[in-house]
């Protein structure tokens, strides 16, 4: 008969085991960072920025990215949980103020507008021609009923709302009225309107022949644009008031109520969440996004340095 001790023992070895085995689950769990993100940044977040840090510190790096809008809506409702989120613009940002969830949200980069293409489309030729020559015929491709052109949901996306946007200031500048409503049709056109993550996807397959984008995710993706001037691309802070302030549209919100929508500058913010799984992590990775090592990776995928100050910051 097997002795009380030995069976002690072996029931302590086990336990330990146990605890290990289980334990060591428990922290693998934990030892990672949850980032969600605009959708247009996967490439610097997925293959640069998160990587990176998640290597520097012994983690395993979690990305999830979507229209701004509808992923700060997913994370105020608490049906997503992350670390950090990064949006564009400070819209998406003000949904999880309002929930309570964020205290301040810290500029991290910048873009501006731009028109990508794809290098096969037969339209292609003249919309390099177009950008080489800094002259309006761009905008006379996208008009052209035979070219099948891409964007966003301006409910869910930001980009979505700034191509529209884009567009009536392209009118202004053009002299060419009714120019947004013949390249774009309605403002919410299903014809038209794709998730934000396969929006550069569908353009590379030759689904579409050309996108609304931001340079910073088109650099990334290695697809040729055409550049846009400042008075409308969304970049330039002085040009607010004699040109971005003077545009705005209208969009049914998800309650069928109309919603009249302004310009927002093309910053990239980023919020620790206060229901982060870990916030120590979480603000070590805002910090390490403003470091020359987080900003030299920016800069490597096509973004621009950040503009402005913080938001929601005590004055």
């Known amino acids: 008969m097997e002795s009380r001790v030995n069976i002690r023992v072996r029931y302590q070895l086990a336990a330990v085991l146990a605890a290990a085995l289980f334990g060591g689950s428990v922290a693998q769990a934990q030892d990672k960072i949850q980032l969600t993100y605009a959708g247009s940044m996967g490439v610097v977040m997925d293959k640069a920025l998160g990587p990176t840090f998640a290597k520097k510190e012994n983690l395993t790096y979690q990305g999830q990215g979507q229209g701004a809008y509808g992923m700060a809506r997913l994370l105020a409702s608490k049906k997503v949980v992350a670390d950090v989120f990064v949006s564009i613009t400070p819209g998406p940002m003000q949904i999880l ?30 919309l390099a021609a177009s950008d080489k020559a800094k002259n309006s015929d761009w905008l006379s491709v996208l008009q052209d009923k035979s070219l099948k052109f891409g964007r966003t949901d301006p409910y869910n996306d930001p980009q979505g709302q700034n191509i529209v946007f884009t567009m009536l200031l392209a009118e202004k500048y053009y002299h060419q009225p009714d120019a947004a409503k013949k390249a774009l049709g309605e403002v919410q056109n299903p014809a038209q309107v794709f998730m934000e993550g396969g ?18 995710a088109v650099r990334s993706a290695k697809l040729p644009y055409v550049s846009l001037p400042d008075e409308i691309n969304l970049s330039n802070p002085a040009m607010s008031k004699q040109w971005y302030d003077t545009v705005s549209f209208t969009i049914k919100d998800s309650a069928g109520k109309d919603q009249v929508l302004h310009t927002q500058p093309l910053v990239f913010y980023a919020a620790v969440l206060k229901n982060a799984p870990d916030a120590a992590q979480a603000r070590k990775f805002v910090d390490f996004m403003l470091s020359p090592e987080g900003q030299a990776l920016f800069r490597q995928n096509g973004y621009d340095v950040p503009k402005g100050t913080a938001l929601y910051a005590a004055k």
């Open 97 to 126: 103020k309002d929930a309570g969830l964020i205290d301040d949200a810290i500029p991290v980069a910048s873009t501006r507008m731009v028109i990508a293409y794809n290098p096969k489309s037969p339209f292609a030729a003249r």
């Open 199 to 216: 929006l550069l996807t569908r353009l590379e397959s030759g689904q579409i022949d050309a996108t609304s984008g931001y340079e910073s």
